[in-house]
Structure formats: structure tokens, C-alpha cells
């Protein structure tokens, strides 16, 4: 009789001891899967986090997607107001992480159009048609090209300062973030002199 409980506790401690080791498997192919769900996240997914300012009514820092365009970002912040110049920045460039997008109200641009020189009463096409020189351009007249927001334009300043004037309009391709697709944009509009 004796030698019958021990066989059914061994029998009733090895099944215990089976289900112990199938929960710890459960939970480690979970974790697995969970682990691999995240994997498989696309980087198009991963939130990036840009700050917009100005003639918006909710100014402040958004997480859109890689990718998000800049009128998506307006819409985001509540649309313009109704000081905003809507066509003082291309709104359907992308964003990018840490970008800083201003929205000129309208007297901020005729400001900025009355210290480059310009008359505020041009139209886009007619300010676009007189070329910015970008060896002495401020920031706020780069930020008037197209492509160009204030991260970019300060990086034209900042490479302009570290190694002296554009010998070229193309050398501004040498810029961190102005490539051929931005260049392409900006040709006809820039000159060194």
C-alpha cells in the first residue's frame, strides 16, 4: 500500500512539475511575441517631434510620423490665424525630427521683406523673382526660399561662419540637410553676388 503512494505522489509531483514548466514556456513565447511585434514596427511609425510657432492657434511641439508634411502640422496646431501669412513657407515640404517651423504673421513678413530691401506689397512670384544672395542674407530672408525653414537657415549661417562665403550657389549643397532635391528648388533664386 505504502509503495502506491509514492507512486501516485511521484506521479502527481511530475505532472505539477510538467505544468509549472508549460506556464514557464507560455510566458516566454509571449514575451517572444511581444518582442517580435516591435520588430517588426516600421521606422515610418516612430514618431518624430517638430515645434511649430507663430501665426498658429496652438503653437507648440507635435509627434507626427517621418514624413508628416508641414500643412498636416498646421492643421495639427489648430489651423493659421487670421495674422498668418499662409504663403510664406511651403507647406508641403516633410518634416523633420527637432525642426523648428515659424509661421510668419503678416506684419512679420513685412518686416522681414522691408529689412531685405523689398517692398511688402510684392507678390510671392515678384520677391521670388529678385535672387537672394546667400553670403549675406539674414536668417529671416533664407527662411523666404522655398525648403528652407529656420533649422536650415541657421545651418547656412553656421556654415558660413566656419568657412567663409559660398564661392558657387552649388556649395550650398555642402550644408547639412540641402540636397539636390532642395537645390533644385532653390537655383534660380540664389546668387553669391
Wanted: hydrophobic content about 35%; glycine content about 8%.
Amino acid at each position: 500500500m505504502r509503495k502506491i503512494y509514492f507512486v501516485v505522489l511521484f506521479l502527481l509531483i511530475s505532472i505539477l512539475a510538467g505544468c509549472k514548466d508549460e506556464a514557464v514556456q507560455v510566458s516566454l513565447s509571449d514575451e517572444t511575441a511581444a518582442e517580435t511585434t516591435a520588430d517588426r514596427e516600421s521606422p515610418s511609425d516612430a514618431l518624430i517631434y517638430v515645434y511649430i510657432s507663430g501665426a498658429v492657434k496652438s503653437p507648440g511641439v507635435y509627434p507626427v510620423k517621418e514624413g508628416t508634411r508641414i500643412f498636416s502640422l498646421i492643421e495639427m496646431a489648430g489651423g493659421f490665424t487670421k495674422k498668418a501669412r499662409r504663403d510664406c513657407l511651403n507647406q508641403a515640404e516633410p518634416v523633420s525630427d527637432g525642426q523648428t517651423v515659424h509661421v510668419m504673421s503678416k506684419r512679420e513678413y513685412q518686416r522681414s521683406k522691408s529689412q531685405s530691401g523689398q517692398t511688402g506689397d510684392e507678390t510671392p512670384r515678384e520677391a521670388a523673382d529678385k535672387k537672394i544672395n546667400i553670403n549675406t542674407a539674414s536668417e529671416q530672408e533664407l527662411m523666404t526660399l522655398p525648403g528652407i525653414g529656420q533649422v536650415k537657415a541657421a545651418a547656412i549661417m553656421e556654415y558660413r561662419e566656419k568657412n567663409g562665403n559660398f564661392t558657387d550657389v552649388e556649395k550650398i549643397k555642402d550644408v547639412s540637410g540641402i540636397g539636390d532635391s532642395t537645390f533644385s528648388k532653390l537655383e534660380g533664386m540664389i546668387t553669391i553676388n
